[in-house]
């Protein structure tokens, strides 16, 4: 079943494509078939209907009613290998 991941930053779009990105890797090695799709943080209500993950690149305190996980790893290179373990986790 196609999985709907969504990955948020706080401004433009610059770190959810670096994030998003590496993610599309890691699915790829993983064999998760998932839709991608990017956004900015205030439009996450808009777009949160049907997503089983939300992967952010900036701080998100609100309880959207769908897994989230902190994505910054894939920016700073810091615990890259526990993030991608936290979304594999919630995505089999």
Same mark, same amino acid.
């Given at each position: 079943m $196609? $999985?709907?991941?969504?990955? %948020?930053? +706080?401004?433009?779009?610059? /770190?959810s494509t670096v994030a998003a990105e590496k993610i599309r890797e890691l699915l790829k090695k993983e064999n998760i078939d998932a839709e991608i799709i990017q956004c900015r943080m205030n439009e996450l209500e808009s777009k949160k209907d049907? %997503?089983?993950?939300?992967v952010t690149t900036a701080r998100v305190t609100k309880d959207f009613g769908v897994p @989230?996980?902190? +994505? @910054? %790893?894939?920016?700073? +290179? @810091?615990? @890259? #290998? $526990? /993030?991608? #373990?936290?979304i594999l986790d919630i995505l089999k």
């Open positions: $196609k $999985k709907k991941i969504i990955v %948020a930053c +706080g401004g433009a779009v610059a /770190t049907g %997503a089983d993950l939300i @989230v996980v902190h +994505g @910054v %790893a894939f920016i700073s +290179g @810091v615990n @890259v #290998q $526990k /993030t991608e #373990q936290q």
